[in-house]
């Protein structure tokens, strides 16, 4: 097997050894800036369709450093109000990390997604993920409204599953923290013109798993703070709405 696999499809060509690259645009284009810093086998496949759609590192330090990394990422936009998919860090071996924008992945683990025909913009991603064998899905939809969903990660951990869906007008946000290993986390936020709110913060050493689904057409908020030290591991799970 070769060390380095140079297979970045659709949009741009990148080279995997510290090399950049950064698309020319002009106000309402679709933009892709990103500084690759290394990494081994990465398989990037980007696809930007509409206007108003950014794909960038989160600033001046970011990098992308690991093995065996996949990303495919996503953004529909027939709106006018940005999507944003902001890179940091993403260093590690074996991740597997797809994030859409304005479409929604068929399944937990799928590659290929729906498209509703009506997606207004204005969601807003960051992926910070640190450590081992980490899959992170996770997509943001609306029905052509600009009031968009936002997404923040950190994790810092190894063997992470992640799956994170926001969808239907009504700006959503999650904000996700966990320096724990072995995390099976879903969350799920969805009902039209519904603002939930959901903040996880799960540390400790051992293994937490995790379900929030918040739905229906009320506003639900959740803030969660949870440090598990046993060897069992955790179990939570969350149900809001109808």
Do not use: P
């Amino acid at each position: 097997m070769k060390d380095t696999t140079q297979h970045i499809a659709l949009l741009f060509l990148l080279s995997l050894m510290g090399l950049g690259w950064t698309s020319v645009a002009s106000a309402n284009d679709n933009e892709i800036s990103i500084k690759q810093t290394g990494g081994n086998n990465l398989a990037l496949i980007i696809e930007q369709i509409g206007n108003n759609n950014e794909i960038k590192m989160y600033d001046s330090s970011s990098y992308l450093n690991g093995a065996n990394m996949s990303l495919h990422l996503y953004q529909n936009n027939d709106g006018t109000t940005q999507n944003t998919i902001d890179l940091w860090h993403l260093e590690g071996d074996n991740n597997t990390i797809r994030w859409a924008q304005g479409a929604a992945w068929t399944s937990a683990t799928s590659s290929t997604y729906s498209y509703d025909g009506d997606e207004g913009g204005g969601h807003y991603a960051r992926l910070d993920i640190h450590g081992d064998n980490n899959h992170l899905q996770g997509h943001q939809t609306n029905q052509g409204s600009s009031s968009g969903h936002t997404f923040n990660s950190l994790i810092f951990s190894d063997n992470n599953d992640i799956w994170v869906r926001q969808q239907h007008d009504g700006g959503k946000t999650i904000n996700l923290t966990t320096y724990s290993d072995g995390n099976d986390i879903t969350l799920r936020q969805k009902g039209a013109w519904a603002q939930h709110t959901a903040n996880i913060t799960l540390s400790g050493s051992y293994g937490t798993t995790l379900n929030l689904l918040q739905q229906g057409t009320t506003t639900q908020s959740y803030s969660l703070s949870q440090n598990c030290q046993t060897t069992t591991g955790c179990s939570v799970s969350v149900t809001q709405g109808q």
